[in-house]
């Protein structure tokens, strides 16, 4: 019988399934219904020491639905980090680990470009029993105009001296949380692995408008008539996220053998989990799914990467993890495979006929001379 049970920067965890940071993980109480319906990991919504300077507005949702209108495809947000205060989340971060102990809770923490701020929030999070940290380097619209979240995350240098800090102060494992919205995300991954995180989170949304409403001629979300770019998330993003978590594979393996990453980007089944575990993902995070579906989601997502793993005879997820990085090439390669394939079929074919010796009926004749013509 296989195992979902695994072990990432020396977290111990029931399963890979780790709530994204956003919505799903906004206060004790939600956190603690992930954990009662079994979730491996929660990220907490991201806080920072002073959230009197987050302001959120409404609405900040936007959906795409697919074509008969009845499934929600693609999600843009405009919401910012966590507007609690800093202090209340500490006691509740206390709770949390009180009530679950064994549940795997991360913080996801923001500060702007200033060392004390950063190695405060970590030592008090760090001193309220968190198990991880988790920098959030890539929100899309949050915070630019105090460089934070993706302003940060698209200059490597600067992302680098922040995980600096972070990693002096911290004696727990630090994820750092990429941006897709970069042409190369192994860049500030790099920077932040050769800081001394643990592992890399990726994606966070990518940099959207969801579209423009033809009575009003306003784009949407429109709040007060006006919008700004959000972040886009859910099943419409996968293929990007994809894309994505194996260039940081690539990367690690080649640069960082040993570091991990948690994966996420539009996972709402087991199986778009095993693609992610195939591509290098070390745990799978989900957090628009977890809107749609709700906690008890978790239990489906365990039971269908079960029976994937069941199906191929895998026992552990080390068993699998990062199978698939092997299948990547050039385009140029893939041209010169696709010509040493047809050569070897027409020589087959070639001494087919020849085997044969004439005694072809008329319908053999015309399929093997189609195939021979057209390789
Ligand atoms: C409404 C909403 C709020 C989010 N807030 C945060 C946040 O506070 N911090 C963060 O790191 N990511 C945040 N995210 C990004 C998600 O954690 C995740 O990286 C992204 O949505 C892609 O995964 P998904 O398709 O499973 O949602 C948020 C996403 C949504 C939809």
């Known amino acids: 019988m296989p195992t979902l049970k695994t072990t990432v920067d020396g977290l111990v965890m ?21 954990f009662k319906e079994g979730w ?13 300077k987050v302001i959120n507005v409404s609405p900040r949702y936007a959906k795409l639905k697919s074509g008969d209108g009845k499934e929600v495809i693609g999600w843009e947000n405009i919401e910012l980090i966590s507007d609690r205060s800093f202090d ?27 060392k004390d701020a950063w190695c405060e929030i970590t030592e008090r999070c760090q001193d309220a029993g968190v198990d991880a940290f988790e920098l959030n380097f890539s929100c899309p619209h949050g915070l630019p105009e105090r460089k ?54 990726a994606i966070n949304t990518i940099r959207s408008v969801m579209g423009v409403n033809l ?31 194996m260039e940081i594979a690539q990367m ?21 989990a095993a693609q992610f575990i195939l591509l290098g993902g070390d745990t799978v995070q989900v957090c628009t799914g977890v809107m749609k579906f709700g906690y008890p ?18 026992e552990t997820l080390d068993d699998f993890k990062g199978h698939s990085l092997g299948y990547f090439t050039t385009h140029a390669e893939l041209v010169r495979l696709q010509a040493e394939r047809k ?20 319908d053999e004749f015309v399929k093997q001379s189609n195939d021979l013509a057209t390789n």
Request: charged residues 25%; negative net charge; hydrophobic residues 40%.
């Open 343 to 362: 050569i070897k079929d027409s020589e087959a074919a070639k001494a087919k006929t020849v085997a044969k010796d004439g005694d072809w009926d008329g």
């Open 88 to 114: 209340k989340w500490l006691e509740e971060f206390k709770q949390i680990k009180d009530a679950y102990p064994e549940g795997i809770l991360i913080a996801s923490i923001m500060e702007e470009f200033n």
């Open 14 to 34: 029931q399963n890979p399934f780790v709530i994204g940071s956003g919505p799903p993980g906004t206060n004790l109480q939600v956190i603690m219904r992930a």
């Open 297 to 314: 989601m978790v239990k489906q997502l365990c039971e269908e990467l079960l029976e994937f793993m069941e199906s191929k005879g895998f």
């Open 252 to 272: 690690i393996r080649k640069e960082f053998p040993g570091r991990t990453i948690s994966a996420m980007g539009g996972v709402e089944t087991g199986r778009d």
């Open 40 to 52: 491996g990991g929660v990220i907490a919504k991201t806080i920072s020491l002073d959230s009197t």
């Open 148 to 201: 934070m979240g993706a302003a940060m995350g698209q200059d490597p240098g600067v992302l680098g001296e922040v995980c600096e800090w972070v990693n002096a102060v911290s004696k727990i494992p630090v994820w750092a949380k990429m941006t897709p919205n970069i042409t190369h995300i192994e860049d500030p991954s790099r920077a932040a692995l050769a800081a001394g995180c643990e592992g890399i989170s």
């Open 215 to 245: 009575d009003t001629l306003r784009p949407e979300p429109t709040v007060e008539g006006y919008s700004t770019p959000g972040g886009y998330s859910s099943k419409a993003v996968k293929p990007i996220a994809l894309r994505m978590v």
